[in-house]
């Protein structure tokens, strides 16, 4: 696959596409039917602007669409209300109006604030993601979840806002820091796990293109991931069925993240390591079939992901951390399970102690 794609999220009249190429951030094709003349506020951090932001500028430039800027520090530690209300100044100041346009022009910590700004402003202003992650160009830029960190938990206050439009451009993927771009490929794998298998034996024939980047590789492992993540967005926005199955791996990942203070893997590194336990768990509970976690653990050692885990964390305290999750009831934890790779289901209801009774101790330190 090469040149441009284009992948439809179908919400009605919230309908928008997902563009994606190498170079397509700077190609005013893309851009020349979907901005106006009333002004663009682009956010952006202080280690992404000075990479790209230039190619940004030069097409809102030829397309004579006056633009300012606010750049941010760069950090999860800065998703918050402090640096939502930086956005909501500039908008102020540049006196924004109705059809003023957002561009995030970033990751994922970025197209969350930027995000979360342009839904509250004015009660909602139009919002362009331009995702130069892989995490948020197959996941984080594509369905409209917004939202800053509170210092009890991330992404606790935020807003479902659909962006108007999403450009990902794969050349950006080439400055990013090599465990930034292998995290993200978690997130890929979790689409193949949950829904498509025949994507998951391409990821484990084609690692090494992967690996060394690829263009053609790329633009298909992008392309294919925000097909997916298009067709669970589109037939469940708000997350009141299928989209949870895109949590697969989050519970166990989140645990794992809480536990140790978020400071020794990266979301993707977490959720790639949530997904394998999921899957252990999974087979010892007869629910998913036989080989499944052996072919993850395959694919995730290709990828070179670390799958060890600290001594000091046991099934009990990552059970009780599972406890306290969004998705946890009095019932029982809610997860999410293959059946077999590209079949993921929700199950119901596991208990605290059943939990502890098949839980994959062999993936313990
Ligand atoms: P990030 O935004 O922090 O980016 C990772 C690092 O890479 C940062 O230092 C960033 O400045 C740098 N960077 C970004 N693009 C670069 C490039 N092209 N070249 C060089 N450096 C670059 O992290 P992320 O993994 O993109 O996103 C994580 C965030 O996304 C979390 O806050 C998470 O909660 C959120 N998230 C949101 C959704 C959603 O649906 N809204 C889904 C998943 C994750
Ligand atoms: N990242 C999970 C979702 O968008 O629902």
Same mark, same amino acid.
């Given at each position: 696959m090469s040149g441009i794609d284009s992948v439809t999220i179908k919400l009605g009249t919230a309908s928008y596409p997902v563009i994606?190429?190498?170079?397509?951030?700077?190609?005013?094709?893309?851009?020349?039917?979907?901005?106006?003349?009333?002004?663009?506020?682009?956010v952006s951090n202080s280690t992404i602007a000075p990479l790209y932001l230039?190619?940004?500028?030069?097409?809102?430039?030829?397309?004579?669409?006056?633009?300012?800027?606010?750049?941010?520090?760069?950090?999860?530690?800065?998703?918050?209300?402090?640096?939502?209300?930086?956005?909501i100044d500039a908008l102020l100041n540049m006196r924004a109006n109705r059809k003023t346009t957002v561009i995030a022009l970033g990751g994922g910590v970025i197209g969350d604030i930027a995000g979360f700004a342009a839904a509250c402003y004015m009660r909602g202003i139009r919002?362009?993601?331009?995702?130069?992650? @892989?995490?948020?160009? &197959?996941?984080?830029? $594509?369905?409209? %979840?917004?939202? !800053?960190?509170?210092?009890?938990?991330?992404?606790?206050?935020g807003a479902f806002h659909q962006p108007a439009l999403v450009v990902a451009d794969i050349d950006t993927l080439s400055s990013l820091p090599e465990r930034e771009f292998r995290a993200g490929i978690a997130e890929v794998i979790k689409y193949g796990l949950i829904m498509d298998a025949g994507f998951f034996d391409w990821l484990q024939n084609?690692?090494?293109?992967?690996?060394?980047?690829?263009?053609?590789? @790329?633009?298909?492992? &992008?392309?294919?991931? $925000?097909?997916? %993540?298009?067709? !669970?967005?589109?037939?469940?926005?708000?997350?009141?069925?299928?989209?949870?199955?895109?949590?697969?791996?989050?519970?166990?990942?989140?645990?794992?993240?809480?536990?140790?203070?978020?400071?020794?893997w990266l979301h993707g590194e977490a959720v790639a390591i949530g997904m394998l336990l999921a899957c252990a768990y999974g087979e010892k509970t007869g629910r998913t079939a036989p080989e499944v976690t052996a072919k993850l653990?395959?694919?995730?050692?290709?990828?070179?992901?670390?799958?060890?885990?600290?001594?000091?964390?046991?099934?009990?305290?990552?059970?009780?951390?599972?406890?306290?999750?969004?998705?946890?009831?009095?019932?029982?934890?809610?997860?999410?399970?293959?059946?077999?790779?590209?079949?993921?289901?929700?199950?119901?209801?596991?208990?605290?102690e059943l939990l502890l009774k098949d839980f994959p101790m062999e993936y313990l330190g």
């Open positions: 994606i190429g190498a170079g397509v951030l700077a190609d005013e094709r893309v851009w020349v039917s979907r901005l106006n003349a009333d002004g663009v506020l682009i230039a190619r940004l500028q030069s097409v809102l430039e030829k397309l004579n669409i006056p633009h300012q800027l606010c750049i941010l520090p760069d950090g999860e530690q800065y998703k918050t209300l402090t640096t939502w209300q930086q956005i919002v362009i993601q331009v995702p130069t992650t @892989l995490l948020a160009q &197959v996941d984080a830029a $594509v369905g409209g %979840k917004t939202g !800053v960190n509170m210092p009890v938990g991330k992404n606790l206050v084609n690692t090494d293109a992967i690996l060394t980047k690829d263009a053609a590789a @790329l633009h298909y492992m &992008v392309a294919t991931s $925000v097909a997916h %993540k298009a067709s !669970v967005v589109s037939a469940d926005a708000h997350e009141q069925g299928q989209r949870a199955l895109l949590n697969f791996g989050h519970t166990f990942g989140h645990a794992l993240e809480t536990l140790t203070n978020y400071s020794k653990n395959q694919l995730l050692g290709k990828i070179q992901f670390d799958i060890s885990i600290p001594e000091d964390i046991t099934a009990q305290n990552m059970i009780e951390t599972m406890r306290s999750d969004k998705k946890a009831s009095y019932a029982g934890l809610d997860l999410i399970l293959l059946e077999s790779i590209g079949a993921a289901v929700i199950s119901r209801g596991h208990r605290p």
